[in-house]
């Protein structure tokens, strides 16, 4: 039996919908559509939640002569998860947070160079020269002579 099919079978065994399945594993219900489907398969840390929600051993995800056999859970009514579930569900939304926080920090860094960045630049351009300080130039046209310009305002 092939892995889309075990899927869809486990569910349907189970009385979930797609809708709940896809709540309790935090992804889209096209996602659980297209693994049904066989268009994707589930990461491993999916197939590992579903492994504890199901109560399958992982392994058995890939094997191509293990069929589900009927053992109805019924995850709809409402039931707790074990403590073994819990676990892989904040699992997945601690490194959801840290993923969250690491954005924020790099948005913050980034803000932060392009305002001093922008400061530097507006500081830069706003230094400007006194006609005092300027003596005079010497221009090489590049055939050997120069050009000299002196500062006549003395």
Known sequence: M?????????????GI???NLAEKLEVSRQTISRWEAGTS??????LMRLSVLYGVPLDEWVKEDWTPSSRPKSMDTGEDWTPQEEAVAEGTKSKRGQRKKRALLI???L?????????????QRSVSVSMDDLEGEVIDIGMGE??????VSS
């Open 41 to 46: 398969v589930p990461t491993t840390e999916n």
């Open 17 to 19: 919908s797609q809708i």
């Open 2 to 14: 092939k892995l889309q099919e075990k899927l869809h079978r486990l569910r349907e065994e189970n």
């Open 146 to 151: 120069e050009i000299s310009f002196v500062d």
């Open 107 to 109: 948005a913050l860094l």
């Open 111 to 123: 803000a932060a160079g392009l305002i001093v960045g922008g400061l530097l630049f507006i500081r």
